[in-house]
T-cell receptor, first 113, second 114 residues
Framework: KNQVEQSPQSLIILEGKNCTLQ??????????LRWYKQDTGRGPVSLTI?????NTKSNGRYTATLDADTKQSSLHITASQLSDSASYIC????????????FGTGTRLTVIP | DAGITQSPRHKVTETGTPVTLRCHQT?????MYWYRQDPGHGLRLIHY???????DKGEVSDGYSVSRSKTEDFLLTLESATSSQTSVYFC?????????????FGEGSRLTVL
């Protein structure tokens, strides 16, 4: 069964600290994995995409990693800011089909001053 | 920002009444999706469309119907709203389904069924 699991469900960190969010998946055949950021009251927005051949990709203070062998991805946030407070959703795409997207339930990150 | 507009953004209705949510896009993308988002469940697919008049069910389609008569519009209808359909509904569009097929989401429609 195609599933995506994220951990932790929620996280509170001090401003300026780093944190790492986890995503484990069983989607097969795998195409790509995206991390989305969803601010409160807004729709999700893509942060980064990881394809099968990519191990690490950075987008500013966000760094995503992918281990296709263990089917795990992480999103590392460096020097957190108050604006990083949001939900982070991992979405894995299978190779084929219009309905080929599998969603994690998200990690709710709160950055406090 | 991708041109996606959802309407209404907020609606309160009573059990048993029909409700229609509209998603309008200006990107000419082929694929359109309706999701609902609930605490503890994340985003769950209700229905999706892969072209004009081409639609299919998602994992939580019971009690919902959709229509797509034009590329730019995708309507979600609750024939007889129930309290369990209280949720935030998101429309999303996608140009293609491959690796570069990013989902672009609307701002959401918050529906409360009393």
């Amino acid at each position: 069964k195609n599933q995506v699991e994220q951990s932790p469900q929620s996280l509170i960190i001090l401003e300026g600290k780093n944190c790492t969010l986890q995503c484990n998946y069983t989607v097969s055949p795998f195409s790509n994995l995206r991390w989305y950021k969803q601010d409160t009251g807004r729709g999700p927005v893509s942060l980064t995409i990881m394809t099968f051949s990519e191990n690490t990709k950075s987008n500013g203070r966000y760094t995503a990693t992918l281990d296709a062998d263990t089917k795990q991805s992480s999103l590392h946030i460096t020097a957190s800011q108050l604006s990083d407070s949001a939900s982070y959703i991992c979405v894995v795409s299978a190779l084929t089909g219009a309905n080929n997207l599998f969603f994690g339930t998200g990690t709710r990150l709160t950055v406090i001053p | 920002d991708a041109g996606i507009t959802q309407s209404p953004r907020h609606k309160v209705t009573e059990t048993g009444t029909p409700v229609t949510l509209r998603c309008h896009q200006t990107e000419n993308h082929r694929y359109m999706y309706w999701y609902r988002q609930d605490p503890g469940h994340g985003l769950r697919l209700i229905h999706y469309s892969y072209g004009v008049k081409d639609t299919d069910k998602g994992e939580v389609s019971d009690g919902y119907s959709v229509s797509r008569s034009k590329t730019e519009d995708f309507l979600l209808t609750l024939e007889s709203a129930t309290s369990s359909q209280t949720s935030v509904y998101f429309c999303a569009i996608r140009e293609r389904t491959g690796a570069t097929g990013e989902l672009f989401f609307g701002e959401g429609s918050r529906l409360t069924v009393l």
